[in-house]
C-alpha cells in the first residue's frame, strides 16, 4: 500500500537547523511532485515547498525562502527539507505529498518545535 513517511522531526533553538526526511514507498515515486506542507495550531495547513519529478524546478512559500532547501533522490523514493535559520514561527507539524492527478498522497506528519 501507500506509505510516506516523515521523520527527523523536534525540538530546535532559534537559528538552529533540522533535516526533515520523508520515505515514500507503494507507488512511483519518481513520476511524482513531492510537496512539503506544516500546519500550526489554529491556523491551515500552509504549502512550504514543492519540487518536480526530476528535482529541477523548486518553489518555496516567502516565509522560509532562503532558509529552507527540498530536494529528493529517486533512487532512494525520499524527500527532504533542510531547514536553517529556524524561527519559531516555524513550528507547526510538517507534512510530506505526493502529487500526481488524480492521485493525492499524505503523510502522518512530524512535529518541528522551534523554542528556547
Known amino acids: 500500500q501507500v506509505q510516506l513517511v516523515e521523520s527527523g522531526g523536534g525540538l530546535v533553538q532559534p537559528g538552529g537547523s533540522l533535516r526533515l526526511s520523508c520515505a515514500a514507498s507503494g507507488f512511483t515515486f519518481s513520476t511524482y511532485v513531492m510537496n512539503w506542507y506544516r500546519q500550526a495550531p489554529g491556523k491551515e495547513r500552509e504549502l512550504v515547498a514543492t519540487?518536480?519529478?526530476?528535482?529541477?524546478?523548486?518553489i518555496y512559500a516567502d516565509s522560509v525562502k532562503g532558509r529552507f532547501t527540498i530536494s529528493r533522490d529517486n533512487a532512494k523514493n525520499t524527500v527532504y527539507l533542510q531547514m536553517n535559520s529556524l524561527k519559531p514561527e516555524d513550528t507547526a507539524v510538517y507534512y510530506c505529498?505526493?502529487?500526481?492527478?488524480?492521485?493525492?498522497?499524505w503523510g502522518q506528519g512530524t512535529q518541528v518545535t522551534v523554542s528556547s
Open positions: 505529498n505526493g502529487r500526481r492527478w488524480p492521485y493525492d498522497y
Open positions: 519540487i518536480n519529478m526530476p528535482g529541477a524546478v523548486t
